[in-house]
């Protein structure tokens, strides 16, 4: 039996799924490799529903969703190693060579094109410089959920929760289902940062306070979580002295941010941008390395996991036509106002017809418009009634009706007009 | 105190009861295992090296800044050199990287070069020597390019100091000695100068003599024993730990000299990379009342970071991915009291062990066999003693070849568990299973290190969670992450309406 | 006059809703779905509950669930307590009923994975 495939994908969660089903499609032989022993990835732990509403036009939770491609992936014959973990990936003349590890032992898969689709991690308590003692009792959001709904444990009795984002909401909501009493959600920005009918659903259906401009600064504790000290912030979200309040509680759940994971990238010497911490990449969602793939999470922190199928099918259809053909890529620069932007650059040598662009603006803006230029000269606007970080927006572009070349200077920027 | 209370250890009659699992018991327990004597180790915590021992930066010093007269200095060169043999006896990761105290007074430059060629004659310290600014950068290049020289310590070396004390207990362990965590001492009986019974909350035992290695609590060891004639000043220090990708940055340990603001004993602190290979950064001394205050501070973490990145201008705060509070153990004289009791004759103390006390372990254990057996009187040798232990191997330094047949005897060895530190099921159990098993979520982490990576144990807590309440049989809801109270869940989430 | 946001969609417009009993109006709604919405909230606010059953099998020791439709939003906590005394012992599949018309709404308790179906699988292939 052959070990080389002609794509092979790492991750199975929604973007490794969705590129995997969508480089079948285009005739490629597809190997998925997950390093959990079930497909899905994050979406298995994910019971809410709020998935699929833009790409199917129904509310599924998340397994349904998940398993809707995992039912795909399996009629389609796709092979997928679970429970193996890849070790290293090394560059070859012919493409690539991805050593794995699993229960059977050690093994080498190779490929012509192979797709990161490794999704992101969660930002921890140290890295938030929370300080104190080191008792039990303090999670990570992703954490707490992975006890409560996989493995059926409540990590909590009384939990204060810190980072108004989606994740903290979500679990608000979930742990006070279960019958624990949320004391609050604490976040240190001015605005929340998770989707606005999440603090309705979540917060006010609950009765769960959220205290904005707050942060916890210390916990107490010796053996499991006693309490925590919470302080107001400045401006520049740094804690103010001596404005420290005690809560009492025995659970810190903490919902601060995710954190692309781009290991097995930077081992390939693929450039990341330091704005999406993801890896630059092109329309077709390959990155500076020739031949390497990047989508989902892994590529840049999505709000919608309909997007991140967007991206897996865009990497899986770029990487089964992957004929190591030379590009001509230009860069897509963000410019005033914009957080993020994807993708970073525009191959000239491929079908720029329908390029899909995600960006997040860097504050909270109404009335403002997206303006995309090329050099001085205007290409297009397109007007938003509100710009909010939390939400990433998408657009469809056009790209090829432009007369571009290899010295087009593209940038994407945002100002307000206030109509 | 432990929350556990029986009698366990009632009735007890060990030669040596040794109190504490710190580095110092530890290493004092292996060498006397060589003889055929019932030792019995005591500590109060749940797991060994739980206080300073695992709590330092794991330097083994070259002892170029320590003065004749002391036991500091009388012990160093011994204990450095004994590094190498000792930790490939006991299968511990140990590094000779190398340390450069870096300085920006150019002017100092001869007065120390005179230093070091003293320090060299006197102390034998043959490979230290001084190095100019520029060859300090081409070995170092990502230093701050202001130093105008060096003192270049080629013996310096960096070892994991919990790791090294839990095989040493490990060893003592395996030739006959038995230790008992979550066993406190509680009271001593001293009649007629000598101590004739120890009560701990396991029972009471009768040891011939006793050894305090009992780190911040010695001089309350001491005190019980009718002996105390030193005091211990506590002293806090905080270190943080950058993530592995910082660790290229530089390969050895580094510190800055200021001769103008020089004060008597206070720790610069400096930069190191560990065995582990991530970097360490500290520690500061901050004077403490409080002898288990290791609690964390932004201002301890602040004041470091910025004189540190004195010497590496590349490091960012963004690199730390955790930090830790040590407390120091020091005596008012600032020495080691290595000695026997004055008053009490059957108590051996070990006290005062601060910095470099890591680095003269070995030598400090070997002259503590000699005076404990000495005091015993008519010990004989153990024939069946082995000085080597294997360690839990490291599946991800090891070749594909030698992965595959790990894996083919036991498939948990291919089960990648931890991600960030490619840790499989088969080490996590191998620690469970070890000679000294401390089945918590800490104890797992400081033996094989799920939880020590960037994700901080986020996606693989879980996981070792559950594979420790397999392997007790028990509940999920009843494993710890160290002490007693420390439960990671409170039961199932349908807990309201079922039987419990 | 009452203003609420609408949870339908990711707009999350905000609505005004005037009038009371029969007669209410509703603006600031993008869509049609924010009028019916908004209409509900004030007379019958419904909501969905996505929770966890607990299960008999060793290797997944909660299955996910949901309703199968809206439900009032008073009846959430007594929905959680029906759900709660469920325990799955057989290899259920996505879509299946666990519990029927539960309190009465016409919402059943359904299961959103088939989790159980493929650990039953697996334990067949061992």
Same mark, same amino acid.
């Given at each position: 039996?052959?070990?080389?495939?002609?794509?092979? *994908?790492?991750?199975?969660?929604?973007?490794?799924?969705?590129?995997?089903?969508?480089?079948?499609?285009?005739?490629?032989? *597809?190997?998925?490799?997950?390093?959990?022993?079930?497909?899905?990835?994050?979406?298995?732990?994910?019971?809410?529903?709020?998935?699929?509403?833009?790409?199917?036009?129904?509310?599924?939770?998340?397994?349904?969703?998940?398993?809707?491609?995992?039912?795909?992936?399996?009629?389609?014959? %796709?092979?997928?190693?679970?429970?193996?973990?890849?070790?290293?990936?090394?560059?070859?003349?012919?493409?690539?060579?991805i050593?794995?590890?699993?229960?059977?032992?050690?093994?080498?898969?190779?490929?012509?094109?192979?797709?990161?689709?490794?999704?992101? +991690?969660e930002?921890?308590?140290?890295?938030?410089?929370?300080?104190?003692? +080191?008792?039990?009792?303090?999670?990570?959001?992703?954490?707490?959920?992975?006890?409560?709904?996989?493995?059926?444990?409540?990590?909590?009795?009384?939990? *204060?929760?810190?980072?108004?984002?989606?994740?903290?909401?979500?679990?608000?909501?979930?742990?006070?289902?279960?019958?624990?009493?949320?004391?609050?959600?604490?976040?240190?920005?001015?605005?929340?940062?998770?989707?606005?009918?999440?603090?309705?659903?979540?917060?006010?259906?609950?009765?769960?306070?959220?205290?904005?401009?707050?942060?916890?600064t210390?916990v107490?504790?010796?053996?499991?979580?006693?309490?925590?000290?919470?302080?107001?912030?400045?401006?520049?979200?740094?804690p103010?002295?001596?404005?420290?309040?005690? *809560?009492?509680?025995?659970?810190? %759940?903490?919902?601060?941010?995710?954190?692309?994971?781009?290991?097995?990238?930077?081992?390939?010497?693929?450039?990341?941008?330091?704005?999406?911490?993801?890896?630059v990449?092109?329309?077709?969602?390959?990155?500076?390395?020739?031949?390497?793939?990047?989508?989902?999470?892994?590529?840049?922190?999505?709000?919608?996991?309909?997007?991140?199928?967007?991206?897996?099918?865009?990497?899986? +259809?770029?990487?089964?036509?992957?004929?190591?053909?030379?590009?001509?890529?230009?860069?897509?620069?963000?410019?005033?106002?914009?957080?993020?932007?994807?993708?970073?650059m525009?191959?000239?040598?491929?079908?720029?017809?329908?390029?899909?662009?995600?960006?997040?603006?860097?504050?909270p803006?109404?009335?403002?418009?997206?303006?995309?230029?090329?050099?001085?000269?205007?290409?297009?606007?397109?007007?938003?009634?509100?710009?909010?970080?939390?939400?990433?927006?998408?657009?469809?572009?056009?790209?090829?009706?432009?007369?571009?070349?290899?010295?087009?200077?593209?940038?994407?920027?945002i100002?307000?007009?206030?109509? | 105190?432990?929350?556990?209370?029986?009698?366990?250890?009632?009735?007890?009659?060990?030669?040596?009861?040794?109190?504490?699992? @710190?580095?110092s018991?530890?290493?004092?327990?292996?060498?006397l295992?060589r003889?055929?004597?019932?030792?019995?180790?005591?500590?109060?915590?749940p797991?060994?090296?739980?206080?300073?021992?695992?709590?330092?930066?794991?330097?083994? $010093?070259?002892g170029?800044?320590?003065?004749?007269?002391?036991?500091?200095?009388?012990y160093?060169?011994?204990?450095?050199?004994?590094?190498?043999?000792?930790?490939?006896?006991?299968?511990?990761?140990?590094?000779?990287?190398?340390q450069?105290?870096?300085?920006?007074?150019?002017?100092?430059?001869?007065?120390?070069?005179?230093?070091?060629?003293?320090?060299k004659?006197?102390?034998?310290?043959?490979?230290?020597?001084?190095?100019?600014?520029?060859?300090?950068?081409?070995?170092?290049?990502?230093?701050?390019?202001?130093?105008?020289?060096?003192?270049?310590?080629?013996?310096?070396?960096?070892?994991?100091?919990?790791?090294?004390?839990?095989?040493?207990?490990?060893?003592?362990?395996?030739?006959g000695?038995?230790?008992?965590?979550?066993?406190?001492?509680?009271?001593?009986?001293?009649?007629?100068?000598r101590?004739?019974?120890?009560?701990?909350?396991? @029972?009471?035992?009768?040891?011939?003599i006793?050894?305090?290695?009992?780190?911040?609590?010695?001089?309350?060891?001491?005190?019980?024993?009718?002996?105390?004639?030193?005091?211990?000043?506590?002293?806090?220090?905080?270190n943080?730990?950058?993530?592995?990708?910082?660790?290229?940055?530089? $390969?050895?340990?580094?510190?800055?000299?200021?001769?103008?603001?020089?004060?008597?004993?206070?720790?610069g602190?400096?930069?190191?990379?560990?065995?582990?290979?991530?970097?360490?950064?500290?520690?500061?001394?901050?004077?403490?009342?409080?002898?288990?205050?290791?609690?964390?501070?932004?201002?301890?973490?602040?004041?470091?970071?910025?004189?540190? /990145?004195?010497?590496?201008?590349?490091?960012?705060?963004?690199?730390?991915?955790?930090?830790?509070?040590?407390?120091r153990?020091?005596?008012?004289?600032?020495?080691?009291?290595?000695?026997?009791?004055?008053?009490?004759?059957?108590?051996? $103390?070990?006290?005062?062990?601060?910095?470099? @006390?890591?680095?003269?372990?070995?030598?400090?254990?070997?002259d503590?066999?000699?005076?404990?057996?000495?005091m015993?009187?008519?010990?004989?040798?153990?024939?069946?003693?082995?000085?080597?232990?294997?360690?839990?191997?490291?599946i991800?330094?090891?070749?594909?070849?030698?992965?595959?047949?790990?894996?083919?005897?036991?498939?948990?060895y291919?089960?990648?568990?931890?991600?960030?530190?490619?840790?499989?099921?088969?080490?996590?159990?191998?620690?469970?299973?070890?000679p000294?098993?401390?089945?918590?979520?800490?104890?797992?982490?400081?033996?094989?290190?799920?939880?020590?990576?960037?994700?901080?144990?986020?996606?693989?807590?879980?996981?070792?969670?559950?594979?420790?309440?397999?392997?007790?049989?028990?509940?999920?809801?009843?494993?710890? /992450?160290?002490?007693?109270?420390?439960?990671?869940?409170?039961?199932?989430?349908?807990?309201?309406?079922?039987?419990? | 006059?009452?203003?609420?946001?609408?949870?339908?969609?990711?707009?999350s417009?905000?609505?005004?809703?005037?009038?009371?009993?029969?007669?209410?109006?509703?603006?600031?709604?993008?869509?049609?779905?924010?009028?019916?919405?908004?209409?509900?909230?004030?007379?019958?606010?419904?909501?969905?509950?996505?929770?966890?059953?607990?299960?008999?099998?060793?290797?997944?020791?909660?299955?996910?669930?949901?309703?199968?439709?809206?439900?009032p939003?008073?009846?959430?906590?007594?929905?959680?307590?029906e759900?709660?005394?469920?325990?799955?012992?057989?290899?259920?599949?996505?879509?299946?009923v666990?519990?029927?018309?539960v309190?009465?709404?016409?919402?059943?308790?359904i299961?959103?994975?088939?989790?159980?179906?493929?650990?039953?699988?697996?334990?067949?292939?061992?």
């Open positions: 039996m052959s070990n080389y495939y002609d794509v092979i *994908v790492i991750g199975g969660g929604p973007a490794g799924l969705a590129a995997a089903v969508q480089a079948k499609k285009e005739n490629a032989s *597809v190997l998925l490799i997950e390093r959990e022993n079930r497909l899905g990835g994050i979406l298995k732990q994910c019971i809410h529903d709020g998935f699929g509403l833009v790409r199917f036009e129904e509310k599924l939770s998340g397994p349904e969703y998940a398993e809707r491609f995992i039912d795909e992936f399996n009629s389609l014959g %796709i092979k997928a190693l679970t429970l193996t973990f890849v070790t290293r990936i090394e560059k070859t003349e012919d493409g690539f060579e050593h794995v590890t699993n229960r059977s032992g050690i093994s080498v898969y190779s490929c012509n094109a192979v797709i990161l689709a490794t999704g992101c +991690r930002r921890t308590a140290k890295q938030v410089f929370i300080h104190g003692t +080191r008792p039990s009792g303090v999670f990570t959001a992703g954490t707490a959920q992975y006890f409560t709904n996989i493995l059926g444990q409540m990590p909590a009795k009384k939990c *204060v929760i810190l980072g108004s984002g989606d994740i903290g909401l979500i679990m608000a909501r979930r742990l006070t289902l279960e019958g624990c009493e949320v004391l609050g959600v604490y976040e240190a920005k001015p605005t929340p940062s998770g989707l606005t009918r999440n603090i309705h659903q979540c917060l006010n259906d609950y009765n769960i306070p959220l205290h904005l401009s707050k942060t916890v210390r107490f504790g010796d053996d499991r979580l006693e309490a925590v000290e919470i302080s107001q912030v400045d401006e520049n979200m740094k103010i002295p001596d404005t420290g309040e005690i *809560v009492k509680c025995d659970a810190l %759940i903490l919902s601060v941010g995710l954190i692309p994971e781009n290991e097995l990238a930077e081992n390939m010497n693929v450039t990341l941008d330091p704005g999406t911490k993801g890896p990449c092109d329309n077709n969602c390959m990155t500076t390395v020739p031949g390497v793939f990047s989508c989902g999470n892994a590529l840049h922190v999505n709000d919608l996991v309909d997007y991140v199928s967007e991206s897996g099918e865009t990497a899986g +259809r770029a990487a089964a036509h992957y004929s190591k053909k030379e590009r001509g890529t230009i860069a897509v620069k963000r410019g005033k106002n914009v957080l993020s932007l994807v993708p970073q525009l191959d000239l040598n491929s079908d720029l017809g329908k390029v899909r662009v995600y960006f997040r603006s860097l504050k803006l109404n009335n403002c418009r997206l303006l995309v230029k090329c050099g001085d000269s205007e290409l297009f606007t397109k007007k938003y009634a509100f710009l909010r970080p939390p939400e990433m927006e998408s657009l469809t572009v056009d790209f090829s009706q432009y007369d571009l070349n290899e010295n087009s200077e593209i940038t994407f920027e100002e307000v007009t206030g109509e | 105190m432990p929350a556990v209370s029986d009698s366990a250890l009632e009735g007890e009659k060990p030669d040596v009861l040794i109190i504490g699992g @710190g580095i018991g530890a290493s004092i327990a292996r060498e295992s003889w055929n004597i019932n030792i019995l180790l005591v500590e109060k915590e797991d060994l090296a739980m206080q300073a021992s695992g709590r330092n930066d794991g330097e083994v $010093h070259p170029i800044d320590l003065s004749k007269g002391s036991l500091k200095h009388y160093i060169r011994k204990g450095n050199a004994m590094y190498g043999d000792v930790c490939k006896e006991l299968g511990v990761d140990f590094r000779r990287v190398g450069y105290v870096c300085f920006n007074e150019g002017w100092a430059k001869p007065l120390i070069s005179l230093y070091v060629k003293k320090k004659y006197i102390d034998k310290i043959e490979d230290s020597e001084v190095i100019s600014g520029k060859e300090l950068l081409r070995r170092e290049p990502n230093f701050s390019g202001g130093f105008k020289f060096a003192i270049s310590n080629p013996s310096t070396g960096c070892v994991c100091p919990y790791g090294l004390t839990i095989a040493y207990a490990e060893n003592a362990v395996t030739n000695a038995k230790v008992m965590l979550n066993t406190a001492v509680t009271g001593m009986k001293v009649e007629n100068g101590i004739t019974e120890v009560t701990t909350n396991r @029972g009471t035992v009768y040891p011939k006793v050894i305090n290695a009992a780190g911040v609590f010695s001089e309350e060891i001491a005190r019980m024993a009718n002996d105390r004639f030193f005091s211990i000043h506590p002293r806090r220090g905080t943080s730990i950058t993530d592995k990708k910082a660790g290229v940055y530089m $390969h050895s340990v580094a510190s800055i000299k200021e001769l103008a603001r020089s004060t008597g004993h206070t720790k602190g400096g930069i190191l990379h560990t065995v582990h290979g991530n970097l360490l950064i500290g520690p500061d001394a901050v004077e403490t009342s409080e002898k288990e205050d290791f609690a964390t501070y932004p201002e301890s973490i602040e004041k470091v970071f910025t004189r540190q /990145k004195k010497t590496m201008p590349a490091l960012s705060e963004r690199d730390i991915i955790t930090y830790f509070t040590g407390v153990a020091p005596t008012f004289e600032e020495d080691f009291i290595i000695e026997k009791g004055r008053k009490t004759e059957n108590i051996i $103390h070990v006290a005062g062990i601060q910095s470099p @006390g890591l680095t003269t372990a070995p030598a400090v254990a070997k503590v066999e000699k005076m404990a057996v000495e015993l009187g008519g010990a004989q040798k153990n024939p069946s003693f082995n000085p080597v232990r294997k360690p839990i191997p490291q991800r330094n090891m070749s594909d070849e030698e992965r595959a047949k790990m894996i083919e005897k036991n498939p948990d291919g089960e990648i568990v931890c991600r960030c530190e490619e840790i499989s099921k088969g080490e996590i159990i191998d620690a469970l299973n070890s000294i098993c401390v089945p918590t979520v800490d104890g797992v982490k400081k033996r094989v290190r799920p939880g020590m990576g960037r994700c901080q144990g986020g996606f693989c807590s879980p996981l070792v969670t559950k594979i420790i309440a397999e392997f007790l049989k028990s509940p999920l809801s009843e494993v710890r /992450k160290s002490r007693d109270g420390s439960v990671i869940t409170y039961g199932a989430t349908k807990g309201r309406n079922s039987d419990e | 006059m009452n203003e609420i946001v609408c949870i339908v969609c990711p707009n417009c905000v609505l005004r809703i005037d009038g009371e009993g029969e007669n209410l109006t509703v603006s600031g709604n993008k869509c049609k779905r924010g009028e019916t919405f908004a209409k509900a909230e004030m007379t019958n606010p419904v909501r969905t509950i996505c929770t966890t059953a607990r299960t008999s099998f060793k290797d997944a020791p909660v299955v996910p669930v949901r309703v199968s439709k809206d439900i939003k008073d009846k959430i906590f007594d929905i959680m307590r759900i709660d005394k469920v325990t799955v012992s057989k290899p259920v599949k996505r879509g299946d666990l519990i029927a018309d309190l009465g709404t016409g919402a059943d308790i299961v959103t994975s088939d989790l159980l179906t493929i650990i039953d699988k697996e334990n067949e292939n061992e």
